[in-house]
C-alpha cells in the first residue's frame, strides 16, 4: 500500500516560514521577502536572500543610444525592494499569516503534502509598481517559482526582467540543455541546440566590463559547486542543483558577479575577486543591438516594455 502520510515538515518562525524533506530545507523570511535559505542534503545554496532583478550592465551599445539615462531608475529599484502583502496556503487552503504570537497555535510536528507562500514586492519605482513572487513546495520537495510583474503607464524600458540567486562559493562547472554559446533575442540565429558543459564562470575579457553571458532558450540548468562556507564541512565532493522550465524554456546568465559590480567597474582589472555564483532566471532580456555603438537603438522588437505585465515560471529541482 503507498505511503499517503504528508511529506513535508513546517517550521512557523516568528519571522520565517521554514519546510523540510528528506533531502532538501527551505526557510523564507517574511521581512526580506524571499527564500533566504535552501539546503540540499546539508549543503547551502543561498548566499543572500533570492529577490527579483531588473538590470543587467549596461553594453557598449546600450551606453552609445543612452538607454543608460533613459532607464536608470531600473538600477536602484531591484535593490531596495519592499515586503507589501504576504500569503500563506497549506494544502491550498490560505491561512492567517502565521508570524508571531499567530504561530504559537501550532506544534513543532505539523505537516502538508503541499505549501504556498507569495510575497507581494513594492518596486521603488515612478509611478510605483509591484511583483509578486509565488513560491511553491510539493510533495517531492521541488521548488515552483513564478513571477508576475505588473506594469505600469509611464514606466521606462526595462534592461531585465529576472529572478536573482546569489551562492555562496565559485561554481566548478555548469551543464544546460540549450543554444550553444553565448545568446541573446537579438543574437542567438547561430546558437545550436544540444546539451553543453561550460567550465567555471567564464567572464569574457572586455576592456570595459559589461552584461554577458547569457544563454537563451534553455530546456534545464545544472549548477555545480564542490566547496560551502561551512567550516565543519570537508568534504570536497562536487554537489549540484538543478533548474528546470515550467511552462516554456527559459534565459539565464551563471556569472561570478552581480550585474552591480560589473556596472561599476570601469576596467576589469576593478572586478572584484570571484567568490561566489550568481545565477540569473530571465524571464525577459533587451536585445544587445550591436547595429553601431553611437546611437543606433535596439530593434523594436527585443525592447522591453515597463507598461505591460511579464510573467515567467520555473521549477528547482
Known amino acids: ?146 513571477m508576475h510583474y505588473h506594469g505600469k503607464e509611464g514606466l521606462p524600458e526595462l534592461p531585465v526582467i529576472g529572478f536573482r540567486m546569489i551562492m555562496p562559493t565559485k561554481a566548478t562547472h555548469f551543464d544546460y540543455e540549450g543554444l550553444s554559446g553565448e545568446t541573446y533575442p537579438d543574437r542567438k540565429a547561430g546558437g545550436v541546440p544540444g546539451v553543453y558543459h561550460v567550465e567555471g564562470l567564464p567572464i569574457p575579457p572586455y576592456l570595459v566590463p559589461q552584461d554577458c553571458g547569457v544563454h537563451m532558450d534553455t530546456k534545464w540548468l545544472e549548477i555545480t559547486r564542490k566547496t560551502t562556507l561551512n567550516n565543519a564541512d570537508k568534504s570536497q565532493e562536487e554537489f549540484s542543483l538543478r533548474f528546470e522550465q515550467k511552462d516554456s524554456p527559459f534565459a539565464f546568465a551563471a556569472l561570478p558577479f552581480k550585474a552591480e559590480e560589473l556596472e561599476q567597474a570601469t576596467h576589469i582589472e576593478e572586478l572584484p575577486p570571484e567568490r561566489r555564483t550568481v545565477v540569473t532566471m530571465l524571464a525577459k532580456v533587451r536585445g544587445v543591438g550591436g547595429i553601431d555603438s553611437w546611437g543606433a537603438d535596439v530593434e523594436e522588437a527585443y525592447h522591453i516594455s515597463g507598461e505591460e505585465d511579464h510573467a515567467f515560471s520555473f521549477i528547482i529541482k
Not at 44 to 64: H, I, K, M, S
Open 1 to 146: 500500500m503507498a505511503n499517503t502520510a504528508p511529506k513535508l515538515r513546517i517550521i512557523y518562525g516568528d519571522c520565517t516560514l521554514g519546510i523540510k524533506t528528506e533531502e532538501k530545507h527551505y526557510i523564507f523570511s517574511y521581512t526580506r521577502g524571499g527564500l533566504e535559505s535552501l539546503k540540499k542534503n546539508g549543503k547551502e545554496w543561498l548566499y543572500r536572500e533570492t529577490q527579483p532583478t531588473f538590470w543587467r550592465a549596461l553594453t557598449d551599445n546600450d551606453r552609445g543610444n543612452g538607454f543608460g539615462y533613459r532607464s536608470s531608475m531600473w538600477l536602484g529599484a531591484g535593490l531596495y525592494l519592499k515586503v507589501e502583502a504576504i500569503h500563506v496556503a497549506i494544502n491550498d487552503q490560505a491561512i492567517e499569516l502565521p508570524i508571531a504570537p499567530v504561530n504559537n497555535r501550532y506544534s513543532n510536528q505539523e505537516y502538508a503534502n503541499t505549501v504556498e507562500i507569495t510575497f507581494t514586492l513594492a518596486v521603488n519605482t515612478t509611478p510605483q509598481t509591484t511583483v509578486d513572487m509565488t513560491y511553491r513546495v510539493n510533495e517531492q520537495g521541488d521548488l515552483h517559482v513564478n
